[in-house]
């Protein structure tokens, strides 16, 4: 199956087991990668043909900037149900990765989840 990839997308979100993380912006970082037919795409050099890389980029935007998490394991699994929505979309590998102060030093806390259709 063929892949696109989204690396290194960052948003800010208030996601959080302590107060203190949810009471302040902090930067997350995305990466996606979903499983689809890039054939017709491929034949058609047409944006219709593919999954747009906004609509990706978007998803994890919303979800990033929207509702607060406790855990990025949940941050995760929103990015990753609201892209299997898309029916050109077959399978879906998330990571999710932010910097809690609370660890310094540490480069990253992440977590990555693949989904794929029931």
């Known amino acids: 199956m063929d892949r696109i990839r989204l690396e290194g997308l960052v948003f800010e979100g208030r996601h959080g087991v302590s107060d203190d993380e949810r009471s302040r912006l902090q930067p997350f970082t995305v990466d996606i990668e979903v499983e689809t037919d890039l054939a017709p795409a491929g034949v058609s050099d047409e944006v219709a043909d593919t999954?747009?890389?906004?609509?990706?980029?978007?998803?994890?935007?919303?979800v990033i900037t929207g509702e607060p998490a406790h855990l990025i394991e949940a941050l995760a699994h929103r990015i990753a149900a609201l892209a299997l929505e898309?029916?050109?979309?077959?399978?879906v590998a998330v990571?999710?990765?932010?910097?809690p102060r609370s660890m310094e030093p540490l480069d990253a806390a992440a977590v990555e989840i693949k989904r794929s259709r029931a």
Request: proline share 4%; no cysteine; net charge positive.
């Open 86 to 91: 898309i029916p050109a979309i077959t399978a």
């Open 95 to 99: 990571r999710v990765a932010k910097r």
């Open 51 to 62: 999954v747009d890389y906004r609509r990706l980029r978007s998803i994890a935007r919303d």
